[in-house]
């Protein structure tokens, strides 16, 4: 039987779908930027593809910790590199039926690199009727909220 927490994750998987365009913020030396990013869902973590030479990249292997935000979701994790993305072809799959045109134009350049994001805290506003709440996806501890905003 799922837990709450397990059972709330996957409704969330199910209403964010397998790809968006997010922005990723990085950061490192007091230096925080930001960009959008096409990433692909999979096994409940966010994966995108860039290119080596880029300042998020130096970022990321010098701080690992990424936020992604789109809408009304907020993601923080930590971010892997995982090599060349031809290397993965459950990604490749899902990125070329998602995102074709950059698939074709970057993906099998050599300084390409796929990064996994492992969420440890996904937050999403939503509401019932009229009223505002947070949902807070604690992935760390395996808890999950949804707590009322007072306004």
């Known amino acids: 039987k799922m837990s709450t927490f397990e059972k709330s994750l996957k409704e969330f998987y199910e209403t964010f779908g397998e790809s968006r365009t997010m922005v990723l913020s990085t950061s490192y030396q007091d ?38 935000c789109i809408d009304n979701v907020q993601v923080e994790g930590q971010c892997v590199e995982l090599g060349h993305p031809t290397k993965h072809k459950a990604f490749c799959e899902l990125y070329q039926q998602a995102f074709p045109s950059s698939y074709q134009r970057y993906t099998g350049m050599e300084t390409e690199v796929l990064f996994k994001v492992v969420p ?3 937050q999403r506003w939503i509401y019932e009727g009229t009223e505002p709440y947070i949902e807070i996806y604690d992935c760390e501890n395996q808890r999950y909220q949804k707590v009322w905003y007072q306004v």
């Open 31 to 68: 230096y925080v930027t930001s960009r959008m990013i096409s990433v692909v869902v999979m096994d409940g973590c966010f994966y995108f593809q860039t290119d080596s030479k880029f300042r998020k990249y130096v970022q990321i292997k010098n701080n690992p910790r990424v936020s992604l």
């Open 120 to 122: 440890g805290w996904i």
